[in-house]
């Protein structure tokens, strides 16, 4: 019984120091990381001769120091080195980076010319000048936007023969009786859904270029272009993204207000690798969701966390689900990083590190030829995999692991699935994680962290399908401001059957320099 009291205390407390890292610790999940970081602020504080409330973590290095010396030399020897490469492929990209900012032979360029016409010396004035060259430097200055009022006038005329009217044709308003073009149309929906600005924001700044456009102007634009003209290509996007085998599946919270309160919904983010489409869904979190909205497509697998809500579509639709390894790795994670005697968790750390070299070597051969994917990971893969397995197996019978709620969950957490764990050396498309979606998921908390919250339904349904094509259209590269005044000009007028010229793959003549 005071074993058991003993126990509970120490996991609270552990609960504690996790919640303490994620408050004001490093986010990356490498153990090297966390030492590297911490070391090097102390460092910078004693050599300024600081004194700090940072003191208070010095057990908390100590404690790392000795979880990384605790570590398999060889292994450690052979992160090290390969961390080694991964910091000077960085630093070489880092510095690339830095100097793209002197590439501008895509941007336009304007001449000033200084004494170009100079034919009288200065000094003895004299009129025997010879040009010996030029030296010239670069200058990068920007346009302020503006707004411009465009009047179509339209002539009238009468044959004074026949009495007959004719007239010009004035090009159709994007949206009916709107008096914003489509250049005006595409900025807004670029700026509110690709730099994430809220609509007060938006009208702060138009006011400031002359002209006041008030947030329900704004709000209404946005519905009537997403039902009136993007509805076509959100469902073509749709379409595109479960065309393939393969798609990948996460959602976050996002609210939406009502009387006295917010209620709770929720943005689903489905995506495929090999289109570079998204489409995303406003609903609530509720299994008919992701039920309904994969009615009438045939994909055999769906990469997803272990969230409960996809199974009864997986099984109405007959998907193979995948689940993502690193959710499972972050959990051995939690655990060491709050853990007060590193040294008592081998077998974590075992587990921890098998799993980061089995995601390494996936990666290896997914960068390797595509029709050895599958053979490789039959003999490289799966073996490996099942080691990581046993090894769990094993830690779960310790008697003295019985006392860890939080180890006997971190294991049972991938051992209740093991055939959705393993599933993804089923196809050579499939990830064994599911970043993918959430780096696209991202693009939600952005936008959350300034909006906040959706009005109405209406809001959030008009924020899916404009957020689809911007999504879309990012990730294939495009000037988005651009693709979409395009696609608001003409996507009216196409035909049904050329409605897929006009995805974002399809517009090539809209791709950024690759050296943007």
């Known amino acids: 019984m005071l ?46 001769g600081f004194i700090y409330q940072g003191e208070l973590f010095n057990d908390l290095a100590g404690e790392f120091d000795k979880l990384m010396q605790s570590i398999n030399p060889e292994a450690e020897q052979k ?57 010239t430097t670069k200058q990068i200055d920007i346009v302020p936007a503006k707004l411009i009022v465009t009047e179509h006038i339209v002539h009238k005329f009468v044959c004074t023969d026949c009495k007959t009217m004719t007239r010009g044709e004035k090009p159709p308003s994007p949206l009916n009786k709107c008096v914003a073009g489509a250049s005006l149309l595409a ?30 102007n704004l709000c209404n634009w946005m519905y009537h272009l997403s039902t009136d003209i993007m509805m076509p290509l959100y469902l073509a996007l749709k379409k595109n993204v479960f065309s393939t085998d393969v798609a990948y599946c996460d959602e976050t919270v996002s609210k939406e207000r009502a009387k006295g309160k917010c209620i709770e919904k929720y943005i689903w983010a489905f995506s495929n690798i090999t289109t570079r489409n998204v489409v995303f869904e406003y609903s609530d979190r509720g299994r008919e ?15 997803t966390d272990k969230y409960a809500g996809y199974t009864q579509a997986c099984i109405l639709h007959s998907i193979t689900r995948c689940f993502c390894w690193l959710h499972s790795r972050r959990k051995f994670y939690d655990i060491i990083k709050s853990s ?19 995601l390494r070597l996936d990666k290896q051969i997914r960068q390797g030829p595509r029709d050895q994917i599958l053979l490789r990971r039959g003999k490289e893969i799966k073996p490996l995999i099942e080691e990581i397995f046993k090894t769990m197996e094993t830690l779960r019978k310790d008697p003295v692991i019985s006392y860890s709620k939080a180890i006997l969950a971190a294991i049972d957490y991938t051992l209740s699935a093991p055939n959705e764990f393993t ?30 919250f959706h009005i109405t339904q209406r809001g959030g349904e008009t924020t899916a399908i404009l957020a689809s094509i911007v999504a879309s259209a990012k990730n294939h590269h495009l000037d988005v401001r651009a693709y979409l005044q395009y696609v608001i000009e003409n996507l009216p007028k196409a035909k049904e059957s050329e409605i897929d010229s006009f995805l974002p793959q399809n517009c090539t003549q809209f791709q950024l320099s690759s050296k943007l």
């Open 289 to 303: 969701t992701p039920t309904e909205f994969l009615k009438g497509f045939k994909i055999s697998f769906l990469v």
């Open 423 to 452: 599933a993804f050396i089923l196809h050579p498309d499939l990830q064994p994680t599911n970043n993918y979606s959430e780096q696209i998921i991202r693009f939600f908390t952005l936008l959350r962290k300034n909006s906040l």
């Open 79 to 135: 992160a090290l080195s390969e961390n080694a490469k991964t910091n000077t492929s960085e630093n070489k990209e880092a510095k690339t980076k830095q100097t793209n900012i002197k590439e501008t032979a895509h941007l336009e360029t304007t001449e000033c010319h200084y004494d170009k016409d100079l034919s009288v010396c200065p000094n003895c004035q004299g009129n025997h000048l010879a040009e010996l060259g030029c030296e």
């Open 3 to 48: 074993q058991l009291a003993f126990a509970s205390v120490a996991e609270l407390e552990q609960k504690v120091r996790l919640l303490n890292h994620k408050l004001f610790g490093n986010s990356s999940e490498q153990l090297k990381n966390i030492t590297d970081t911490i070391t090097k602020k102390f460092e910078a504080f004693k050599a300024a």
């Open 187 to 216: 900025d807004i929906t670029y700026k509110r859904y690709g730099l994430y600005l809220p609509y007060y924001r938006l009208s702060r700044d138009f006011a400031s270029l002359g002209h006041d456009i008030s947030e329900a």
């Open 340 to 358: 007060t005697d590193p040294n008592e968790l081998v077998s974590v750390k075992k587990i921890y590190n098998d799993i980061t070299a089995m």
